[in-house]
C-alpha cells in the first residue's frame, strides 16, 4: 500500500521547492536562454552593433575544419578520461574494501585529490611531464625518448588525459567503495562456498551489483570530463599545442572571450549543451536497460 504525503498548506510544498527553482532558473536556464539567443545574433565586440543571421553561426561552425577537430578532440579526452578515472577507482575501491592494515588512513588518503582545484592539479602535472622541470620528463629526455607536450600534439593530450582522471579517481573510489560496503556478505559467501573463484565472484556477483553505481558515475564522469576539466586543460597546455588539446568547452571560451566573437561562441554552447542532453538520453534509453536495481 502507497501512502500519499498530504500537506495542510497548499502553499508549502511550492514555498519548500521554491529555493531549488529559483537557482536552477537563474543558473541554468536564463543563461540557456541567452545562449540560444546569441547563437543567432553577429554582434561586434562591444555589443553597440548587433545583427541577426539566423542559422549562420552553426554553418559557419561546422564548415570549419578546425571546430570539426576541436569535437573530435573531446569525443577522445573524454572517453579516455571516464574509462581511466573509472577503472582506477574501480581497482583501489576493491583493493581498500578488503580486511588490511591501516586501511581506514588509505581510503583518506585516497579521497584528498578530489580536493585539490583543477589548476593545481595541473601545476602538479607540470612537475611531473615538463621536458625541462618535470621529474618524469626529464627523465624521458635522459633515457633517449624525446619528449616534449609544449611541441607534441599527442604528448600533451595524454597529459591532460592523465591529469584529468587523476582529479576524478577520487570522487569515483568514494561512490565505488560506498557501492562494495552495502553489498550483502552472505552473497559473496554463497558464491564462495560453490566454489567461484575472486575473479569469477567479481565479475558474475560483485560487478552487476555494483551497475546502478557504475551507471551513476559513467552519466557524472562523462559530464563532467566535457565541462569540468577546463581549468586544467588552461593551465597546462592552452588548448595547444596549436589546438591538439582544445576541447568545446574550451573552444568556445576563446571564441567569446578572448577572440571576442560572441555569436560562435554561443553557437559552440548550444551544440555543446544539445550534444550532452543527447547523451545523456542515450545513456538513459539503452545502457540503463543493463542495470540492475
Known amino acids: 500500500m502507497r501512502r500519499k504525503v498530504i500537506f495542510g498548506n497548499k502553499l508549502l510544498p511550492y514555498l519548500l521547492l521554491a529555493p531549488q527553482l529559483i537557482v536552477t532558473a537563474i543558473f541554468f ?4 536562454a541567452e545562449a540560444i539567443r546569441y547563437s543567432f545574433l553577429r554582434q561586434d565586440a562591444f ?3 548587433v545583427m541577426f543571421v539566423g542559422l549562420e553561426n552553426f554553418q559557419d561552425l561546422f564548415a570549419d575544419e578546425r571546430y570539426l577537430q576541436v569535437v573530435w578532440n573531446t569525443i ?54 615538463h621536458p625541462s622541470l618535470g621529474l618524469l620528463g626529464r627523465a624521458l629526455n635522459g633515457f633517449g625518448v624525446p619528449w616534449d607536450y609544449r611541441l607534441n600534439g599527442d604528448q600533451a593530450m595524454l597529459v591532460v588525459i592523465l591529469a584529468a582522471a587523476w582529479k576524478q579517481v577520487s570522487y569515483n573510489f568514494l561512490f565505488f567503495l560506498a557501492g562494495l560496503q552495502s553489498i550483502p556478505k552472505s552473497v559473496l559467501e554463497a558464491a564462495a562456498i560453490d ?12 560487478f552487476p551489483l555494483l551497475s546502478p553505481t557504475t551507471f551513476f558515475l559513467l552519466v557524472i564522469n562523462i559530464t563532467s570530463a566535457v565541462f569540468d576539466t577546463f581549468g586544467i586543460i588552461d593551465a597546462l597546455t592552452g588548448g595547444g599545442p596549436g589546438n591538439a588539446t582544445q576541447t568545446m568547452i574550451y573552444r568556445a571560451y576563446v571564441d567569446g572571450r578572448v577572440n571576442l566573437d560572441l555569436g560562435s561562441s554561443a553557437a559552440q554552447s548550444v551544440v555543446l549543451m544539445i550534444a550532452v542532453m543527447a ?14 536495481y
Open 29 to 32: 536556464f536564463w543563461p540557456a
Open 47 to 49: 555589443g553597440i552593433s
Open 76 to 129: 577522445w579526452f573524454s572517453f579516455w578520461v571516464t574509462v581511466l578515472s573509472m577503472g582506477v577507482a574501480l581497482l583501489l575501491a576493491v583493493l581498500a574494501d578488503r580486511h588490511i592494515r591501516g586501511r581506514n588512513t588509505y581510503r583518506t588518503l585516497l579521497i584528498w585529490p578530489y580536493a585539490i582545484a583543477p589548476a593545481i592539479a595541473a601545476v602538479l602535472y607540470i612537475f611531473l611531464f
Open 195 to 206: 566454489g567461484a573463484s575472486p575473479s569469477r565472484r567479481f565479475w558474475t556477483v560483485i
Open 279 to 292: 547523451l545523456t538520453l542515450v545513456q538513459f534509453r539503452f545502457i540503463e536497460r543493463r542495470v540492475h
